[in-house]
């Protein structure tokens, strides 16, 4: 039996808890730190590597890390240094996600299908280049900016907007220091998540995230307000073009230059007349994805994982899937992705129950009560033996959780279903 230590917060993290939980191999989850829904959290903070070794040396621990921060920072080669067993890319793979600009250069030497781009860190070139292009763009920072550095443009006018916001307010800070100026691709965008052993890679259920605040849509970038597993905008030929053209290729074009991945490859893909392109890759789960991916897998995890870590991913049968879909709805709180109030009392989950799991993100348990502490709240997570039962169990149960700010989205999975 083995004890594991899952690094993060979010509902991502929740729903690995979760799921490792599950296995017959493991004998304790902690979470480091958690949020009001993870059982024994560890009061230890995503950035403290040195305090996250010694606790999983002291309580042997397999330690899954979460989100992407730590992953950038190197914690996998800390823990690979002193011999503890950690599921996740090391730092030199990590900059896949922790810089968008070594990711579009590996892309383009690689012949890995992306937009036309360039990079600018003086605004007056930036503008200068925007005014003379015939189409629109994509103003992305360059560093790890919580899923919201990305700003997509309309027009010519956007776009300046978007370089001031990102290279003269500092809006997201260091990571805004260089950007990439890109061309815009108007398709139909979805998410594919493989996991590597530094050898060959496996495909995760396909899945589709809602990035945008509102309905339709519309409004800023967020870290995803609702995702849904599987996609059928994602059918079996366009599933083996994006895992041949891209995630193989990213894996093999990894080792070539002498980086070995290991742990969640995850590619957003924007399909255009039936050909993907790589819009960004991330280097873990992806958040809400996870919920619903989750919710449909039907083999151990810890197993995987364990496989990923060890280089023996060939050894494993291809992973099981329930029939059924899941629908994940990111319950947020009013005013996210910008100012929202928190410690507001969270009511109704004694009354979920069925198909249905609330994973906690945002989240803190205060003297048995939950309250809000976050933007993404919480993700409800529900199972229907199709999108549409998927879509109405989980909306069903988003009604029973109160809180005075709660805000969602009321089109969660209404893509998925225009395309059946």
């Known amino acids: ?92 793979a990590a900059q896949l996600e922790s810089s968008k600009i070594w990711a579009k250069n590996f892309m383009k030497r690689n012949e890995i299908p992306t937009a036309r781009f360039e990079i ?63 061309e815009r691709i108007d398709g139909i965008e979805a998410s594919y998540i493989a996991l590597s052993d530094g050898n060959i890679a496996i495909p995760m259920a396909s899945s589709q995230d809602h990035k945008r605040i509102f309905d339709n849509d519309k409004g800023p970038n967020t870290g995803g307000m609702g995702a849904y597993s599987p996609t059928p905008i994602v059918d079996d030929s366009l599933a083996k073009k994006i895992h041949e053209k891209i995630i193989n290729k990213t894996i093999d074009s990894m080792n070539k230059e002498g980086i070995s991945f290991k742990g969640f490859l995850y590619a957003g893909i924007m399909i255009k007349d039936n050909r993907p392109y790589v819009l960004e890759y991330n280097v873990r789960m992806g958040d809400p994805e996870c919920q619903p991916i989750t919710m449909r897998m039907d083999f151990d ?27 994940c709805i990111v319950l947020a709180s009013e005013g996210y992705p910008e100012s929202y109030p928190k410690n507001e009392e969270i009511t109704g989950f004694e009354n979920i129950s069925g198909d249905a799991i609330v994973f906690h993100a945002g989240t803190k348990n205060q003297d048995g009560k939950i309250l809000s502490n976050g933007g993404r709240v919480l993700g409800v997570t529900a199972l229907g033996d199709s999108l549409q039962d ?31």
């Open 1 to 92: 039996m083995v004890n594991i230590l899952v690094v993060g917060s979010g509902g991502r993290e929740h729903a690995l808890s979760w799921k490792l939980s599950q296995s017959p191999k493991v004998d304790k989850v902690f979470t480091a730190p958690g949020n009001g829904g993870t059982k024994n959290n560890i009061p230890i903070d995503v950035d403290d590597l040195d305090a996250l070794a010694d606790f999983a040396q002291k309580n042997n621990c397999f330690t899954v890390v979460g989100p992407e921060a730590p992953l950038a920072a190197g914690i996998v080669d800390k823990f690979n240094q002193l011999g503890l067993k950690i599921f996740g890319p090391s730092k030199n």
């Open 120 to 182: 600018f860190d003086d605004a007056k070139k930036a503008e200068d280049y925007v005014k003379s292009l015939d189409y629109n763009v994509v103003v992305k920072a360059d560093g790890l900016a919580a899923g919201k550095g990305v700003i997509v443009c309309n027009s010519s006018d956007e776009a300046i907007s978007a370089i001031n916001t990102i290279l003269i307010k500092k809006t997201f800070g260091d990571a805004g220091n260089r950007i990439i100026v890109e």
């Open 301 to 327: 995890l810890y197993d995987y994982f364990q496989a990923s870590v060890d280089g023996n991913l060939s050894s494993l049968p291809e992973p099981s899937w329930k029939n059924q879909s899941a629908v």
């Open 390 to 420: 998927a879509i109405t169990n989980a909306y069903s149960a988003t009604e029973k959780i109160s809180w005075p700010h709660k805000y969602c989205r009321t089109d969660i999975g209404q893509k998925g279903l225009s395309y059946l």
